[in-house]
């Protein structure tokens, strides 16, 4: 495929490109008018994921509304628990739930490695964006880390400590590693089906990474990151764990192309635990986009000088809050293109 | 006041001991049967707090009953908002609300700077205790660092990202600056109160510090932290800012005893930010409490390792959780004073 604007498969190459691309976690919903319109037209937030036709439509919109240099397909980590038979529901102003948890040996006869047939609405949905974007900027695919994927299937819903899915780390590790294993697979063979159907590069989300201590966050989660990024030869992979900066310095060993920052995080320190190699992603607070678009723009300046000296994707350190005003979105995207320009 | 065991004054000064003092976050209440009993007889948690014969009682069962080197007074970080006019309610399974919340300068009127007799219950509670240990082990006295305060005041209630109150840092750091600064100025005088009543050390719970970054840290808490750690020349203060990892170089310089680790932190890159002269503490992962007590012995050990070659107080590195059996709790302690006495 040849792109108008491939600034960011470039930049997660590591070459040197004439502007720092810039796109948002989670820039696809959520902010835009005009994603909440489609949402009602959805009806549910699942139905909207399981709809090619309306997924690639708010996956396109921040694109034309916004300017970014990527779309990212608009869909859930949590649709690999249910293509694999732990089916969760979308609970408003609560988040998802899961009515059957997996706890034990014996709850793992209830799922099975996902095939990517049973996730062909995505698939299908990132088919027709790529279709419909007809080369404007790269599409983004993406999956849940397996560790974040175990958090819900075993604790069953969002949470600050997560202390049931660690718990089961501690008391029964050989569980752990069967299902985490199945995640694995699951993922592995989801991201390469979204590779076939055009995706241009893949982000792992590690979300609930910070909940672990480096030890075991290196026996249960990096170990199974590494895996996925040593199997993902197509395309550049991004690892995006959220607060494991005690891993950082492992991801610059990994197979992957790009490590994303999230806002708690030094630049020029991630850079020296990551290597000169790597492509570094983020970080903006996504909180600073609550200030007026002068201080946004600072900001984003200041940002970028701190990731001067290597290759760099801009983003947020976390996907944009729900109530951001898109006129400090529109001032974070213009003040990276025009101040790396410049 | 001569105690009978003084190990963790001794090493709180930074002073060799004979073993490694240990205690653990939220001793006092949640997984000791005889607390839930007293807590039942409450009614209500609020009721607990306030009643200082029922506070002293849960404060001093985990000496009696699982042989800490401390005790901590039973109380709550909500108590300073409640005494500056900013009531909480504890709400079961869900945690503090806040019916008003102070979002502007405007709000500011609805407060005061709580004076230390609003809080005679908490001071009346200490000096029972105190009595009542006669000598035993120390009083810990405690308070939430301002910027933790200011994130429940302003959101009004517990939250995953407080985005409320981390936008308001950006829209309105002048506002911000005011209440910090009411709940310093609110928690030095209730922190001396609490060493005049018999408190032997205090520590300040940044519980929150985690969602900030670096620059925001240093900003709006760090430079809080320093104030109080500077006003409170009397007895020993201990920091625990949880996931604020990014601080530990900028707590090497204040002048506080200790520092609290978190169970991400890794104990010898910690001791090269903080320094040599500094007592650390912590920091077992509550969640490796749910294995048996042979699994806990072994990781009890592990850590004590990693922490020689400097002052220590043996802790977990966040509150024990409600469901951890106590004969692992008790395995804990049994390991801190055995393997370290060797």
């Given at each position: 495929m040849n792109y108008r604007n491939d600034l960011i498969l470039r930049a997660a190459r590591g070459e040197k490109t004439e502007r720092t691309p810039v796109w948002m976690m989670r820039q696809a919903g959520r902010i835009l008018p005009e994603y909440r319109e489609v949402r009602a037209q959805a009806g549910d937030f699942k139905t909207l994921v399981e709809t090619p036709e309306l997924a690639a439509e708010v996956t396109i919109q921040p694109v034309d509304i916004?300017?970014?240099d990527a779309a990212i397909i608009f869909s859930d980590i949590l649709v690999i628990p249910d293509a694999m038979g732990c089916t969760y529901e979308m609970v408003e102003a609560r988040g998802p739930v899961f009515p059957q948890t997996i706890r034990s040996e014996a709850d793992l006869k209830q799922i099975h490695i996902a095939d990517p047939t049973e996730l062909q609405y995505v698939t299908d949905a990132i088919a027709l964006t790529v279709k419909q974007l007809d080369g404007r900027v790269p599409l983004i695919g993406f999956a849940g880390a397996p560790f974040t994927i175990f958090a819900y299937m075993t604790e069953g819903k969002g949470s600050k400590t997560f202390s049931i899915a660690k718990k089961l780390l501690y008391a029964d590790p050989s569980f752990a590693h069967k299902l985490l294993g199945m995640i694995t697979q699951s993922t592995i063979a989801y991201l390469k089906a979204q590779i076939a159907a055009g995706a241009a590069m893949v982000q792992l989300f590690d979300s609930w990474a910070g909940i672990l201590s480096p030890a075991q966050y290196r026996e249960f989660s990096g170990v199974y990151i590494r895996e996925i990024c040593a199997a993902i030869t197509e395309v550049p992979v991004t690892i995006f764990a959220k607060g494991?900066?005690?891993?950082l310095e492992d991801f610059g060993g990994y197979p992957c192309r790009t490590v994303g920052l999230d806002w708690n995080t030094d630049p020029a320190w991630a850079r020296q635990l990551v290597g000169k190699d790597k492509t570094l992603q983020g970080n903006l607070d996504p909180c600073q986009l609550y200030a007026s678009p002068e201080l946004v723009t600072a900001a984003t300046h200041q940002m970028l000088d701190q990731f001067a000296g290597g290759p760099h994707i801009a983003n947020l350190g976390h996907g944009v809050y729900p109530d951001t005003p898109v006129d400090s979105v529109k001032a974070f995207i213009e003040a990276v293109k025009s101040y790396s320009k410049a």
């Open positions: 916004l300017g970014v494991a900066w005690f891993a």
